[in-house]
């Protein structure tokens, strides 16, 4: 008589316990009670404007851009967007005071939301100057929605004319945080 060694035993007992352990049924329709609250964070804008690009005769002067911001075109993005949160830092090194407005404007260039910040001339020393969080929910949402064009106008205050030798820059770095809701 064969003895059968006691590994074998062992690994069918296993496999019999294993016929006879619990479960349960498996519920698909969980699926359907998804539901997924995605945050993206991504930079907005960024400039950095060499003082001796501001060429002036030392009165208040302008700088305007735009540029198109197509991110509400996206059908997806558009429907599940819940909230945004728009975060600003501005560094001047120029003995200069400014006045940053950023435009919201729609596809005929209206201007649906206009967001200003004041930035004092430079004192030595860091000069960095990080602004309240723009928070767009409900109404402030929508008017962000039908955003298709970001604007910036640049007003540079009167004082000393500002050249080709004057030292020192204007930056803007800025991020956006959207908040998502998919079902």
Do not use: W
């Not at 329709?29 to 501001?54: G, H, W």
């Not at 003995?95 to 209206?110: A, C, I």
């Not at 004041?118 to 000069?127: K, L, R």
């Amino acid at each position: 008589m064969k003895l059968i060694p006691s590994h074998k035993i062992s690994s069918l007992f296993f496999l019999t316990f294993l016929f006879f352990s619990c479960s349960s049924e498996l519920d698909f329709d969980q699926i359907k009670d998804l539901k997924l609250e995605p945050v993206v964070v991504a930079n907005l804008a960024y400039f950095d404007i060499p003082a001796n690009q501001l060429i002036d005769d030392g009165t208040i002067n302008i700088a305007y851009d735009v540029r198109n911001f197509t991110v509400f075109k996206d059908k997806f993005f558009n429907e599940r967007l819940k909230k945004a949160e728009f975060d600003f830092e501005i560094e001047n090194t120029i003995d200069r005071t400014f006045s940053l407005n950023m435009l919201l404007m729609n596809d005929q260039n209206e201007v649906l939301q206009t967001i200003s910040f004041p930035v004092p001339s430079y004192q030595g020393g860091s000069n960095v100057i990080k602004y309240p969080t723009e928070v767009f929910e409900n109404e402030r949402l929508a008017l962000l929605k039908q955003t298709t064009k970001i604007g910036f106008v640049v007003l540079v205050a009167s004082g000393d004319p500002l050249n080709s030798q004057s030292l020192g820059s204007l930056k803007l770095k800025s991020s956006a945080t959207a908040y998502l809701v998919i079902e």
